[in-house]
């Protein structure tokens, strides 16, 4: 069974840094785009970032830009995020996501395949 594990959340201050990873189980994704889904309490999942399958390409939400970094490592099967200036805003349980396909927008859940069961970060004020 394929699964998309993640790890790295926890409670930080504001203004603080986290990093998440995500590394699949049961196969690779190295030929997959990956990205990061959040979903706060009360609110629908929303797109947070996105990266290529070669890791040539990244999208971010414009509420994360230049804050948030996108990266992979196909040698490692893994799939990061780092989260530096976070925000109490950013408090949201954190998904990792696979497709075949890389979108330069912010995509939806539904075009994505496979899904971790999300790492929670906690930001502080």
């Known amino acids: 069974q394929v699964q998309l594990i993640e790890s790295g959340g926890g409670l930080v201050q504001a203004g603080g840094s986290l990093r998440l990873s995500c590394a699949p189980s049961g196969r690779t994704f190295s030929t997959y785009a990956m990205a990061w889904f959040r979903q706060a309490p009360g609110k629908e999942r929303e797109f947070v970032s996105a990266?290529?399958?070669?890791?040539?390409?990244?999208h971010y939400a414009d509420s994360v830009k230049g804050r948030f970094t996108i990266s992979r490592d196909n040698g490692k099967n893994t799939v990061y995020l780092q989260m530096n200036n976070l925000k109490p805003e950013d408090t949201a349980v954190y998904y990792c996501?696979?497709?075949?396909?890389?979108?330069?927008?912010?995509?939806?859940?539904?075009?994505?395949?496979?899904w971790g069961q999300g790492t929670q970060v906690t930001v502080s004020s």
């Open positions: 996501a696979a497709t075949t396909t890389f979108y330069y927008r912010d995509s939806s859940s539904g075009e994505y395949d496979y």
């Open positions: 990266i290529s399958w070669s890791g040539g390409s990244t």
